[in-house]
């Protein structure tokens, strides 16, 4: 071949090119029009001779100035459709089944059936009588449908294109056809039914059997009497089984698997049963119900959680629509309607623009309302994908049939909202969520109103998708909570909620949370935090205005606040003073006998000031006093080893300071108190380096520097024995 306007040379010289050996064959597209050849499969080079192959080099013809054909050779003809047989002519109907038409039954070695994609020569139905592949081809809709079907197999109900069939689609169907040859023996014995007697299923209580009568009466012989019986039980094992299966596949592979199974379990007809049994999978109505019931929630989690693509979403949708549903399952009829995420009231309300989940269409108010495996699918979504402010929306606009399940989700909105940074609205949804019968402040364990104050304390929240543990991480930064309005939100938690109110723990955890930095440490840990203590003016000022604060808080949330809760210098140490009036006044109305006193004591931490607030407000009353007493040592004595660890955390100026508190008390059940840590240090003084320098420290807070001891002089000199003693631990 040669391109440009020159002829040959001067020379006369022939132009000359080197050809292989091998075949020039054109595959063309099924669906081309390509008029080359003779089909639209092969296309063919003429031969040109078998003494062509002599000659390395042959020049055969010089069509003009630009081509030049140099070499040819036959063709080796490839696998084709009958239809683009180059051997055997082939006449083209729209179709005919009946009869081979003209030569179209005739083929050659390589001709492949178009409906079978098998060699001609193997085609079971080649001439077959209303059935005739031989005169298939491409260009009839007809024989197309023919074979998109026969390609596509049991997919074709679902109305697919083969171009949306892909591996995961294909499996579906051919476990659904597995499932189908299965499942009618298994039908069939339930039509044939078998023969028992009632008492077979359940014992006779007829009186003729405590008589002990001759002759039993009509309804005794009944209930003995053999009769045909259907149970549906063996049908619905298999279909469990089948949708266990389904399951654990991929979604769009599921997907098939459940709407052929829904498909043919409607087929299934009830049969009369002189009586009902006591398993319901035995009972027809029951057991398809229950099937239905199940393929139905897993589809409806499967168009949420799964992406399916828009077109097989609603050919999904589509088919099920058009399954004759029985009477006893009409419930499950609009089911799949299920709003794909691009729709625009979806989009709208994720997106915040409609906050309430209610717009008006053609003068009428429509509601954003979903069942709640949907609901549950779509928060289990957002989720995963971390987008906890479209889940927060979500949840406040959506509704549901369901109450309790959407209230049980709805618990979880503070959660969510810290996810984020939204730490004001987290502490008011504890107390009022719209469209949520209740409050969550109702439905807290400890554990969780614990965590729940600790994170909007700190501006922190758990990893996860679940408010538990004790780990804390640093969501990105949010609005804080204001001054004042979480203690006002936690007291009236516990005020709302009986079985947080007498709880003691409750009040230990409130206790330590505000002696907690409102900042976490690197790694996400708490850092304990020691508030100046206020002078003694402002103390007693702040605890007189608790009383009110605390009766106002029992009835409302929004209660007004004096200006110590709002000044900087202040506003921590009066908000303690108003927790530790709010312990006291528990101690005071706890029917209970005092439990974890030692855990309210540790509480407090290095703020030895409050809790000198505490114990000053428990000795006003002598009974109370001593219950805290007899506690307190008796928790000391059980948790001893819990007692150490804590003071070895926490070093000999805490443990000196706590000591003096009480041994420098006016009450001898304090004083005792005191005694007993030191009596606990002595007998645990090997795991202990530091008790040197606590003796040291005691010495100077208790027995020097002006220092007055108020106990007895025994009590003196015992003290002074068990001092010496700490001082001389090595």
Known sequence: MRSGGEGPSEENESFEATVPEESVIVISDDEGDVSLGLGNSVLLIEDAGDGSLVEEKKVLEVLDEEIAITFSKKAHVMPHARYDCSTHPFVRTEQETQIPIEVNASFCAECYCYLCDKPASECSYWTVFSGCHCNAHNKSKYWKEQRDGALAGVLTIFNLDLTEIDSELREGGNLLESFLSELPPVYRQYLEGTVMTRDSIGQCSCACHKAKRRYKCNICALHHAETRVHTYKQVHTLVIDYLSKADKESPKTTAVMLLGAAKELVSHRPLPCPFLFKDPTANFKEASLHLMTRIVTTLQNLLVVANYPPNLHEKFVWFFQSIPLPPHCYSLINCLNVLRWDNCFLTSVLAGQNLSGVRTNKGKKEFLWEPMTV????????GNEHSYR??????????STNMAGLNFLKQKLCFYMCKYGDFTSAAHSLLQIKGMQGSISSLLTPAQFELYMTMLRTKSCPPGEEPAGQELCTVHEGIPVKKGVLVRIALRILFCNNKLLYEPKCWSALVRIWCTSEHLSKEGKLVPF????????????????????????????????????????????????????????????????????LELVLSFGCNHWALSLLI???????????????????????????????FRTRGPVYVSQLVSLFLLHINEGLRSVGFHIIDILLRNSSKIPW????????????????????????????????????????
């Open 375 to 382: 609901v549950q699918a779509r928060v289990q979504r957002l």
């Open 390 to 399: 479209q889940l927060v929306r979500y949840l406040n606009a959506v509704r």
């Open 530 to 597: 020691c508030i100046y203590e206020p002078d003694k003016i402002l103390q007693r000022m702040v605890m007189e205005m608790s009383c009110s604060i605390l009766d106002e808080l029992l009835r409302q949330t929004n209660v007004h606040l004096p200006d110590p809760f709002h000044k900087p210098s202040s506003w921590i140490a009066a908000e303690l003073i108003l927790i530790v009036q709010a312990v006291v006044r528990f101690m005071m109305t706890s029917l209970s006998p005092l439990k974890g006193m």
């Open 616 to 646: 000053e407000g428990v000795c006003f009353m002598q009974k109370l006093l001593f219950n805290f007493i007899n506690n307190l040592n008796k928790e000391l004595c059980e948790e001893e080893h819990n007692v150490i660890d804590v």
């Open 691 to 730: 008790t040197p320098v606590l003796g040291n420290n005691l010495k100077n807070s208790v027995l020097s520097n002006g220092s007055s001891y108020l106990g007895s002089a025994v009590e003196r000199q015992k003290l002074v024995a068990n001092i010496e003693s700490l001082t001389a631990q090595s």
